[in-house]
């Protein structure tokens, strides 16, 4: 199994960096999920035509890491059916995820499909990078958070303006669960009993989804 690479909970000094970490929690885990974003397409078991970023070229590096945090499943997916994965970091628990190295503009035409808006501008970065918390609008994905950095380049994620304890949890489909246990596993961290007790335990999903279900989804 993989080391998992430590994030510095400093915040970068360089509030205009070239390349981030687009850290996903959710589907995005999955480098066949994250090719529908950057190169455009439809993923597997997905419900929606991507038309990809300017840039369409695959990350130079992806790496397993943990945030602080919890993650939780909410609102429904148009794509997938069920809940969504969202991130609360201010929640005591570990998140596995996985960091994509991308470029600047790769991540706002990531965050701009996620919000069902095309792909084009990008995202002034310095009001994360400088107190670690933005919020761009109301939108379920147009948080954005900073939890540090790896080899100097900021942790980035998205997430939404509420709180896991804000709204009511939506279990996740079989399909959407399927690619976020797919993609945590390829990342050579977790085994699959961690993978699969990890997803069952997050709030949507427990109660509704057994760690031997996830296992078997996973053939």
């Known amino acids: 199994m993989k080391a998992l690479p430590s994030i510095d909970p400093t915040l970068p000094l360089d509030w205009y960096p070239e390349r981030v970490w687009y850290t996903s929690y959710g589907s995005n885990v999955h480098l066949d999920r994250l090719a529908a974003y950057l190169r455009g397409g439809c993923p597997p078991g997905g419900a929606r035509e991507y038309p990809g970023c300017r840039d369409p070229a695959m990350p130079a590096r992806s790496i397993p890491v943990e945030l602080t945090g919890a993650m939780y499943f909410a609102t429904r997916s148009p794509v997938w059916g069920g809940g969504r994965a969202f991130y609360d970091p201010e929640v005591n628990g570990r998140v596995l995820a996985r960091a994509h190295l991308v470029t600047a503009g790769q991540f706002a035409d990531i965050a701009a499909q996620e919000m069902y808006r095309a792909p084009g501008a990008d995202l002034d970065l310095a009001d994360v990078l400088s107190q670690g918390r933005a919020v761009l609008g109301e ?81």
């Open 139 to 219: 939108g379920r994905y147009e948080t954005l958070v900073c939890a540090g950095q790896v080899d100097g380049l900021p942790v980035l994620t998205f997430t939404a303006p509420w709180g896991m304890h804000d709204v009511p949890w939506v279990p996740p489909s079989a399909a959407y669960i399927r690619f976020l246990a797919a993609g945590l596993l390829s990342a050579g961290a977790w085994d699959l009993d961690a993978v699969a007790s990890y997803v069952a335990a997050c709030p949507g999903a427990m109660d509704h989804w057994s760690p031997r279900d996830i296992a078997a989804l996973l053939g």
